[in-house]
């Protein structure tokens, strides 16, 4: 009896609800027509454009939105941030902490170093190309060259000319005998080939710098295994028991005041 009471319960319920929900939705269509809410139209035509303005204007919105798209690549690969991120990165894995600073912290402190070397840069490009261009002075082309011949300025102070050989090489392009060179023929090189030579010599001074700062930390690596393995403790991991000196070696040279101080002087 309780098994049949239980189930009529469950029915009783289950119609209920349906009930509930029937009336709900007729009540509200009810509602809706009584109201004679108006539907919007939506119509979206492609129609050949009337004159060539509206074909230049067409193609000026996709250049503006194919930079923004490009914005972070333009901001790592031609400013300081790439060796500043990979000297980062490098001290953190040397000194072990895994993910201690996080990579937000670490992404934020590059950027802060990069706007803090890269000011008198954007200084140069807001006076050369931002205002002339929003005063009117110059066309759209005459800001993109203007904003280029400080970046310009800057990647050729920091590239080794070697790797612009590498790329003047690969365009068939006469090379550069020697660094004096540079000055005479930079309005000859190509953004093209000067872009990714700046970058090549981003990651090889950025490997340098890591390589350096790996030193003093496999030291005590090496100091601390030798001295576990001396006292048998072989089962305990060296890795656990150098972290603490590592920590307190960084500490006591005051390790992030030397490393920022002398990353951010390596920029000439």
Same mark, same amino acid.
């Given at each position: 009896? !309780? /098994?049949?009471? *239980? ?22 269509? $009810?509602?809706?027509? %009584? $109201? ?6 939506? =119509? &979206? ?37 790439? /060796? ?19 990579? $937000? ?23 050369? #190309?931002? !205002? ?9 082309? %005459? ?5 280029? =011949?400080?970046? /310009? ?5 920091? @590239? /080794? ?17 020697? #660094?004096?060179? +540079?000055?005479?023929? !930079? ?5 093209? @080939?000067? +872009? ?5 010599? %981003? ?35 060296? #890795?656990? &028991?150098?972290?603490?000196? *590592? ?14 101080? $002398?990353?951010?002087?390596?920029? *000439?």
């Amino acid at each position: 009896m !309780k /098994r049949i009471d *239980k189930k009529k319960v469950i029915k009783i319920i289950t119609l209920t609800i349906m009930l509930i929900i029937f009336f709900s939705v007729i009540s509200y269509g $009810q509602e809706i027509d %009584e $109201q004679n809410l108006p539907i919007p139209h939506i =119509n &979206i035509d492609l129609e050949p454009a009337e004159g060539p303005q509206e074909v230049v204007s067409t193609l000026q919105i996709l250049f503006i939105i194919t930079i923004i798209s490009l914005a972070p690549s333009i901001l790592i690969m031609m400013t300081s941030f790439t /060796r500043i991120i990979i000297v980062l990165y490098f001290l953190r894995s040397a000194i072990g902490t895994q993910q201690t600073p996080p990579n $937000q912290v670490l992404i934020g402190l590059a950027l802060f170093l990069t706007l803090f070397i890269m000011s008198p840069t954007l200084a140069d490009i807001n006076e050369q #190309a931002i !205002k002339p261009y929003t005063a009117g002075q110059i066309t759209q082309a %005459e800001a993109i060259d203007n904003a280029m =011949n400080p970046l /310009r300025e800057f990647m050729f102070r920091q @590239v /080794r000319t070697s790797d612009l050989n590498l790329f003047m090489g690969i365009s068939n392009a006469e090379p550069i005998e020697n #660094a004096e060179n +540079i000055e005479q023929i !930079k309005e000859q090189i190509p953004s093209r @080939v000067l +872009i990714p030579a700046f970058i090549i010599s %981003e990651l090889k001074t950025a490997f340098m710098i890591g390589f350096l700062l790996y030193i003093p930390f496999i030291v005590i690596d090496m100091v601390v295994a030798s001295t576990l393995m001396s006292m048998g403790m072989m089962m305990l991991p060296p #890795a656990m &028991i150098s972290l603490p000196f *590592k920590i307190l070696l960084f500490i006591l040279v005051d390790g992030w005041n030397l490393v920022i101080g $002398q990353l951010v002087q390596t920029f *000439k």
